[in-house]
Every structure is written in structure tokens, then in C-alpha cells.
């Protein structure tokens, strides 16, 4: 086990609705990556939060936001929901020493459906 | 856009065969990372390479890098049905630490008793 959790494990939203997930980081760790698996599909680079800022972006629309909050935990939110954001959303934890990259360790997920 | 490109796509062996998986990529990176998936659950780290080394071992793990041709292989020796899972090579950006992770779209193993 990574000792990264994440919340809840399966949601059912409709189109339009708002939803939070939420990531616990592994404890040390002040990093937190979010990262959207679509089916039969690698994971994809949301954002990156890093001592409670936003420390890089993918190729997502503003709908998609997060927070870090002081205990290093994360929150992904997202607006306006389309069917296409169904996808299982995983959240990785890392120790940024800000030297060089370390291992980023990943939570189960929350798999998310949208209908 | 996915970085880099695992290759086979899918690969089915029988126990106590070795399992060769590749990945290829784009641009320079700092390291590059394997990791697992069962059944689409979380990821769970493997090994990470860095640009410097050229292999790497743990345990039943070989992998190889080779930055002149943005390629790495993964390598799982005697395999056991434990294994049948997804793999990912994942890479780090050039340059920045904390940067995000790229991922491949994926080997499928199957490993039948």
C-alpha cells in the first residue's frame, strides 16, 4: 500500500452537476499530481499542487480546479459535467525536494460516471 | 498528448516465460518510470530509471534505458499469473523537478498457468 487515499471510491453524477474528490498524500510528502484515466487508456496530467499552489497544468479546460490545503491533501473539483469526464481520476503523492524528481506514489482512484 | 508509446500493445505468455515489454518517447526526460495496474485500479510504482543510468534491476525487474534511442525496456523474469496486469512507462520532464508524469497508453499482460 502507497498510504495514499482518496475519496470517495465510485460516484454517479449527471450531466451539469458539480463534483469533488478528494486525496490524502502520503505522509512527508508535499506534492500532490491529479491525473484522469479514461477506458483502455493511460493517465492523463490534470495539475500539480505544491506546498498549496498550482505547480503546472495539462491540457484541461478551467472547470477542472483543485486545492492543497496546509496538511498537504487535495481536492479536485469539477463543473459542468459532460459525459466525456467519465474516467477513473487518480491522485499521486511525491516529495519534491526541489533537486530532482522523485517517485510519485498513486491512490486507488475514484472512478467517476457521468450520464 | 501521450509521450510515450509501450509496445506490444497486448502480450500473453505462460508462466515461467519471461515477459519483454518497450517503451519509446519523444523529448529529453530526467527519468523515466514503470509502473502496474490491476484491473483498473491505482498504480503501483515498479521502478524508476534515471537518464544517467542505462539499467536497473529489483528483484524479477530488468529495466533498460537507452536515451540516444528514447527508448526503455521492461523485462519481468520467470513470470507467475500474480503479474497479469497493465504496465506503463511514464516519463518526468526535462529539467524541473515536481513536473507531471507522461504516460504511455499501456502493455496489456496476460499470463496463463
Known amino acids: 500500500e502507497t498510504g495514499v487515499t482518496q475519496s470517495p471510491t465510485h460516484l454517479i453524477k449527471t450531466r451539469g452537476q458539480q463534483v469533488t474528490l478528494r486525496c490524502s498524500s502520503q505522509?512527508?510528502?508535499?506534492?500532490v499530481s491529479w491525473y484522469q484515466q479514461a477506458l483502455g487508456q493511460g493517465p492523463q496530467f490534470i495539475f500539480q499542487?505544491?506546498?498549496?499552489?498550482?505547480?503546472g497544468r495539462g491540457n484541461f479546460p478551467p472547470r477542472f480546479s483543485g486545492l492543497q490545503f496546509p496538511n498537504y491533501s487535495s481536492e479536485l473539483n469539477v463543473n459542468a459535467l459532460e459525459l466525456d469526464d467519465s474516467a477513473l481520476y487518480l491522485c499521486?503523492?511525491?516529495?519534491?525536494?526541489?533537486?530532482?524528481?522523485?517517485?510519485?506514489?498513486f491512490g486507488p482512484g475514484t472512478r467517476l460516471l457521468v450520464l | 498528448s501521450q509521450q510515450g508509446e509501450e509496445d506490444p500493445q497486448a502480450l500473453s505468455i505462460q508462466e515461467g516465460e519471461n515477459a519483454t515489454m518497450n517503451c519509446s518517447y519523444k523529448?529529453?526526460?530526467?527519468?523515466l518510470q514503470w509502473y502496474r495496474q490491476n484491473s483498473g485500479r491505482g498504480l503501483v510504482h515498479l521502478i524508476l530509471?534515471?537518464?544517467?543510468?542505462r539499467e536497473k534491476h529489483s528483484g524479477r525487474l530488468r529495466v533498460t534505458l537507452d536515451t540516444s534511442k528514447k527508448s526503455s525496456s521492461l523485462l519481468i523474469t520467470a513470470s507467475r499469473a500474480a503479474d497479469t496486469a497493465s504496465y506503463f512507462c511514464?516519463?518526468?520532464?526535462?529539467?524541473?523537478?515536481?513536473?507531471?508524469?507522461?504516460f504511455g497508453k499501456g502493455t496489456t499482460l496476460s499470463v496463463s498457468s
Open positions: 499521486a503523492s511525491s516529495l519534491n525536494l526541489g533537486i530532482r524528481e522523485e517517485t510519485q506514489y
Open positions: 505522509s512527508g510528502h508535499n506534492t
Open positions: 499542487y505544491y506546498r498549496e499552489e498550482e505547480n
Open positions: 523529448t529529453s526526460i530526467n527519468n
Open positions: 530509471i534515471r537518464s544517467n543510468e
Open positions: 511514464a516519463t518526468g520532464g526535462g529539467g524541473q523537478a515536481g513536473t507531471a508524469l507522461i
